[in-house]
């Protein structure tokens, strides 16, 4: 049974910074893709930032220069460092894997950004 555990939200201000970590477990195909998504108060998940097993990295552009997605292979982690949020930065972040089987969620982490 694959279980994703979030953790690391919280509250900050906004230029400050938070480091989100998943932890990945009964994950059996080694090629997937380890994601973060997040949802706005309001407004519809959306994507910020994916990470294949090769290591190749994307960023939404929302994000790109102060958001940073990491993965360990070895330990099924996937991190999200968080640098000069702002407050539309706000919301529930979801990790997410994804291989040829299905998408696996986990349960989400709040963060907030104040202004």
């Known amino acids: 049974q694959v279980q994703l555990v979030e953790s690391g939200g919280g509250l900050v201000q906004a230029g400050g910074s938070l480091r989100l970590s998943c932890a990945a477990s009964?994950?059996?195909?080694?090629?997937?893709?380890m994601g973060w998504y997040r949802q706005a108060p309001g407004k519809q998940r959306e994507w910020i930032a994916v990470?294949?097993?090769?290591?190749?990295?994307q960023h939404a552009d929302s994000v790109k220069g102060r958001f940073t997605i990491s993965r360990d292979n070895v330990k099924n982690t996937v991190n999200l460092q968080m640098n000069n949020l702002k407050p539309e930065d706000t919301g529930v972040y979801y990790c997410n894997v994804r291989d040829f089987r299905a998408d696996y969620w986990g349960q989400g982490t709040q963060v907030t950004v104040s202004s």
């Open positions: 990470i294949g097993s090769g290591g190749r990295a």
């Open positions: 009964g994950i059996t195909e080694r090629d997937n893709t």
